[in-house]
């Protein structure tokens, strides 16, 4: 009976275990797990897409911002750049022979006044103005005293008198031209700790009696002149 009971005994279980065994090779889903590693695949696919498209278009982007670059400078910039390039260039020389002592010229100066367009604290600015015509053209010369020490200032020389809208225009050799050197004549000083500014320049044509007065500003403020000598002639 005990081993009818072993026979019996063992049998439905290996039959148990046989046919169980298949059971748990179910639940492993191998068919679904290839639809998410075609799912995986494709995402890489879409990942990869979106970062090409996405360096086309970086690539676009930039050469068109390039192109705009090139081309948006190419006038108006240029042409404040070269403006700004004039204004900060050097016109003058304090130490060249000054417009009252070149040998043999016609000399005619004139005093500073000063004018109401004039920047706060320059209340005490006073000085001369030569202009000396003989045959190395035109030279003038300007001494001032009262300025903003290590301040810049320029000075033009101008077709109107100081009474007449603060000296008018800038005069100009050839009239309407080039509104710069050497077609109008410009002078460019620092003052120095004391306050006091003095350069002379020279220009090859000579100015007859076009030009009468000259006029000082800072260079940082065009429209707040300061002073306006009248030339005596």
Known sequence: MSMYHHASGRSPLRETASAVRPVPSEPRLAPPRRPRTRLAACCAVVVTTAALLSGCGGDSSGSTSDKAASSSPSV????SMDGMS???MSYG?????PADKVPGADVVKGAFQLLDTRPPGMDDVKGT???AQGSTGTTVTVSLTGLEPGHHYMAHLHAQHCSAADGGEHFQFTKGGPAKPPNEVWLTFTADKSGMGMTTVNNAKRTGEG?????VHPVEAMD???ACADFDF
Do not use: E, G, Y
Request: no cysteine.
């Open 76 to 79: 108006s910039p240029s042409k």
């Open 86 to 88: 004039d204004m900060n």
């Open 93 to 97: 020389d304090p130490k060249a022979t």
């Open 129 to 131: 103005a030569w202009l």
């Open 211 to 215: 030009a009468v007065a000259l006029v």
């Open 224 to 226: 707040n002149r300061i």
